[in-house]
């Protein structure tokens, strides 16, 4: 898996692409499907916005896309609220990809429908 850090406005040093790849690099801990990452680390300039500090990430997985995006006061700060909301997403999107393959009640009881109106056609 792979962690790809750039930034905008914003010069990237080891120590804030360390952090990231620590933070972020946890994530693969829920899912194992993930194949990589492109993160974005903005700032923007304008003095009277809030929430200069933007961090995105796009999380690549076999069967998709998972991206999330926070903004904060410091860089770390929303780093780390970007890997809380990614691990929620990943969570969520694993579990959707584990239950999507078994049937569930309601598609049996469709599944049986149809039988029986093709039964009977």
């Not at 896309?65 to 990614?86: H, N, P, T």
Request: charged share 30%; aromatic share 4%; net charge negative.
């Amino acid at each position: 898996m792979y962690i790809h850090v750039n930034g905008k406005n914003i010069e990237i040093t080891d120590a804030i692409k360390a952090y990231v790849k620590d933070k972020l690099g946890k994530v693969t801990n829920h899912y194992d499907q993930i194949t990589g990452m492109d993160v974005i680390l903005s700032v923007i300039k304008n003095p009277a916005a809030t929430g200069k500090h933007v961090a995105e990430v796009s999380c690549k997985t076999n069967t998709g896309v998972i991206r999330c995006e926070e903004s904060a006061e410091s860089m770390y700060e929303s780093i780390d609220l970007l890997a809380d909301k990614l691990d929620r997403q990943v969570k969520k999107f694993k579990n959707k990809a584990l239950y999507s393959d078994k049937t569930s009640i309601r598609n049996s009881e469709l599944a049986e429908e149809i039988e029986e109106e093709v039964v009977e056609s």
